[in-house]
Nanobody, 120 residues
């Protein structure tokens, strides 16, 4: 079993910063990509940022230059540093990890979600 545990959400004023962390634990052979998704009320879940094992990153256009994703492969952790937060950044943020098994099968795992609220 694999677990993803998130931390760092909360309430912040517009223009402020938050740091989300996620740690993967359990039976892990290899983690391919890690990332963060978010879901606002009444909207579909959307990709915010991902980072590949070797460090290649991908961001939602609206968060580029404000958010930074990083990971520690040795610790199986991923961090999302969010700066200059806007009201539209609010939502539940979910950590994702795409694991690779010894038989080369990919599986997606999700955290329980952490709430980010941005007050204007």
């Amino acid at each position: 079993q694999v677990q993803l545990v998130e931390s760092g959400g909360g309430l912040v004023q517009a223009g402020g910063s938050l740091r989300l962390s996620c740690a993967a634990s359990g039976t892990i052979f290899s983690i391919d990509s890690m990332g963060w998704y978010r879901q606002a009320p009444g909207k579909q879940r959307e990709l915010v940022a991902t980072i590949a094992r070797r460090g290649t990153t991908n961001y939602l256009d609206s968060v580029k230059d404000r958010f930074t994703i990083s990971r520690d492969n040795a610790k199986s952790t991923v961090v999302l540093q969010m700066n200059s937060l806007k009201a539209e950044d609010a939502g539940v943020y979910y950590c994702n990890a795409r694991l690779l098994s010894p038989t080369l099968i990919y599986s997606d795992y999700w955290g329980q979600g952490t709430q980010v609220t941005v007050s204007s």
